[in-house]
């Protein structure tokens, strides 16, 4: 498979990233397309996917995922055995900032729903409604996930249209509590299918 290079100097013109030096490359490594999924994965050396010491710094975006069930929130998790278990502890911080549609709630506060302290559950990423207009759109930075010395770190953004005509936006920070090296992801909502949108991996130089 041939791998994509999305040149990212250019951004550096149109935006208040002028002051670095240098934001490198990204390259697509993989995308897939949602259709009535469970879950998506993403396991090194299985269909094409690389996520090994390749590359220091990993980008997952996700873009408008649909859900086919009603008020129900993406996750993903880790794996450190090839995608056989996916329960690495976590710990994780979260806020989030809303406004509705009739311009009510509109609020700014830490979401102690979405923290993990010392868990292995599933790293919540944001709510979705399932309306045809509703959708969760973000990304995720996935840091040295094949060092065997250090936690992998991992931040987090997602803006999603509510099942109540809200508009959220998640802001996630967070590490997954092992020195074993991180070899798969995978997505899924926290109750029915992924209906629809696309994941896609991206390596960063």
Request: proline share 1%; hydrophobic share 30%.
């Amino acid at each position: 498979m041939a791998l994509v290079k999305l040149n990212n100097r250019g951004v550096r013109s149109a935006t208040t990233f002028g002051s670095a030096a240098v934001l490198g490359e990204m390259i697509l490594i993989k995308k897939q397309t949602a259709s009535s999924d469970t879950t998506i994965s993403f396991v090194d050396g299985t269909s094409d996917v690389v996520l090994d010491d390749t590359y220091k710094e990993y980008l997952f975006t996700f873009n408008n995922i649909h859900p086919e069930t009603d008020n129900t929130k993406l996750e993903f998790d880790f794996s450190t055995d090839g995608g056989s278990n996916y329960s690495v502890t976590k710990t994780s911080t979260s806020w989030r900032g809303q406004h509705g549609e009739d311009d009510s709630s509109g609020v700014q506060q830490y979401d102690g729903a979405l923290d993990l302290a010392q868990g292995t559950a599933n790293q919540i990423l944001g709510d979705s409604g399932n309306d045809n207009d509703q959708a969760l759109s973000g990304y995720i930075f996935l840091f040295n996930p094949s060092s065997t010395t250090f936690v992998k770190h991992y931040i987090a953004t997602s803006c999603g249209s509510r099942h109540n005509d809200l508009q959220q936006q998640y802001f996630i920070a967070g590490y997954g509590n092992t020195t074993s090296a991180i070899d798969a992801v995978q997505f899924n909502m926290n109750s029915g299918d992924i209906d629809a949108g696309d994941i896609c991996l991206y390596g960063i130089l």
